[in-house]
C-alpha cells in the first residue's frame, strides 16, 4: 500500500488588515481552485505603514511602507508570494523580486463618502468650508485644483475607522477608492463616484498585484492562471509612467486608462502640493506598447512643467543633511 506524499504548501503573504485579508483570502481561493493538488496557507504580517497611523504618510515615507516586511519575508524564504493593493507597490522591486500577476481590476475610481448631514451635497456643491478628509496628496491636489472652498483634512486609519471618523462628524465627506468599499461590503457609502475630470486615480488603483521570487518558475507558472491579461497592460502603462517620473506617496500624479481594442489610451497629470498647478496630457497608441506609452507621457507633461514641479517637491523631501 504506498502512502501518498503530502501537499505541497504555498506560503502566501498578507498585511493584517481586514481589506488586506479579504483580497488575500480570494488570491488563496482562486488557486486553491485551480491547483487542488496543492495547499496554500495564509501568513499575516503587520508593515511599517500598518503601525504608523498617527502621522501623514507623505512624511513617514515612501510606498515601501506597506510592502517591505513581505518582501522581506519572501527573500528569506519563509513566504512564497505576497497580495498587495497594486497602488501600494512601488515600482522599483527589491533585487530577487517581480510582480508575477496582476488580477482583473475592478472599478479604479475615487469616491466621495458624506455625513449624514450632507446627503443632499455633490463634491460640485459641498459649502464653502465643508472638511474634506484625505490622506492621498494625489486627491488633495486635484480637489484643492478644483475645489479651493472646500477644507482638507488629513485621515489615516483603516477604512471602518475612516467611515467612524466620518460618521461622528470630525469630516463632512471623505474619499475614498471604490474597490475597497467594494470589497468590503460597504458600496452602499459610495456617494458619488468623482469622474477623471476631477480626480485621476492612483496608478494601479483597482488591481491585485502578486509579488513573488524572480525566476521562481514554479510559483510564476500558478501566477499565470490569475493574469488578466487587459489589467495588466493597463497598469504598465500606469507603473511605467510613475516610475518615469521617479513619483511615490510625496508626489501628487494621477493617472486613467482605456482599452478600447488593442488602443490603449493613457491619461495623466502631475500636480502641485497647493493644488495651483496642475499638467495633465494622454497619449494613445498600441496595448502591446504600454510601458513606452507610459515613458511618452511621463516625457510629454515634463516638457509641459511638470519638472518644475517635481524638483520644487522633490527638494521639500530630501533629507536636511543633504541639502
Not at 44 to 62: E, F, H, P, R, Y
Not at 82 to 98: I, M, W
Request: net charge negative; glycine share 8%.
Amino acid at each position: 500500500m504506498s502512502v501518498s506524499s503530502p501537499a505541497r504548501v504555498i506560503r502566501i503573504g498578507s498585511r493584517k488588515s481586514q481589506l488586506a485579508l479579504v483580497q488575500t483570502h480570494w488570491v488563496q481561493g482562486q488557486l486553491q481552485q485551480h491547483f487542488p493538488e496543492c495547499e496554500f496557507e495564509v501568513c499575516t504580517m503587520s508593515t511599517q505603514g500598518d503601525n504608523i497611523l498617527d502621522v501623514a504618510l507623505a512624511k513617514i515615507g515612501d510606498k515601501g511602507l506597506f510592502t517591505k516586511e513581505l518582501e522581506l519575508s519572501m527573500l528569506r524564504q519563509q513566504t512564497d508570494l505576497a497580495v498587495h493593493s497594486l497602488k501600494d507597490l512601488p515600482t522599483q522591486l527589491p533585487e530577487g523580486l517581480c510582480l508575477g500577476a496582476v488580477t482583473e481590476r475592478v472599478d479604479p475610481a475615487d469616491a466621495l463618502v458624506v455625513h449624514a448631514d450632507y446627503q443632499d451635497y455633490q463634491i460640485e456643491t459641498l459649502p464653502a468650508g465643508a472638511v474634506i478628509g484625505t490622506s492621498s496628496l494625489r486627491r488633495l491636489a486635484q480637489l484643492r485644483y478644483h475645489y479651493p472652498h472646500l477644507e482638507f483634512k488629513d485621515i489615516r486609519g483603516n477604512l471602518n475607522t475612516r467611515l467612524q471618523k466620518l460618521d461622528a462628524g470630525e469630516y463632512d465627506g471623505i474619499i475614498l477608492a471604490v474597490a475597497g468599499l467594494q470589497r468590503l461590503d460597504f458600496a452602499e457609502r459610495v456617494h458619488q463616484v468623482l469622474s477623471a475630470e476631477i480626480s485621476l486615480h492612483a496608478v494601479g488603483q483597482g488591481a491585485l498585484g502578486i509579488e513573488c521570487r524572480d525566476g521562481d518558475q514554479e510559483i510564476l507558472a500558478l501566477l499565470k492562471a490569475l493574469e488578466h491579461s487587459p489589467s495588466t497592460q493597463r497598469c504598465h502603462a500606469e507603473r511605467s509612467f510613475l516610475k518615469e517620473l521617479e513619483g511615490g506617496c510625496q508626489v501628487p500624479i494621477g493617472v486613467n486608462t482605456t482599452l478600447k481594442g488593442d488602443q490603449l489610451t493613457l491619461t495623466g497629470m502631475v500636480a502641485s502640493l497647493d493644488g495651483q498647478r496642475l499638467i495633465k496630457d494622454e497619449v494613445t497608441g498600441s496595448a502591446n506598447e504600454a510601458i513606452q506609452l507610459g515613458i511618452q507621457l511621463a516625457t510629454q507633461l515634463r516638457q509641459q512643467g511638470a519638472q518644475a514641479i517635481l524638483d520644487e517637491i522633490f527638494a521639500l523631501n530630501r533629507p536636511a543633511d543633504s541639502q
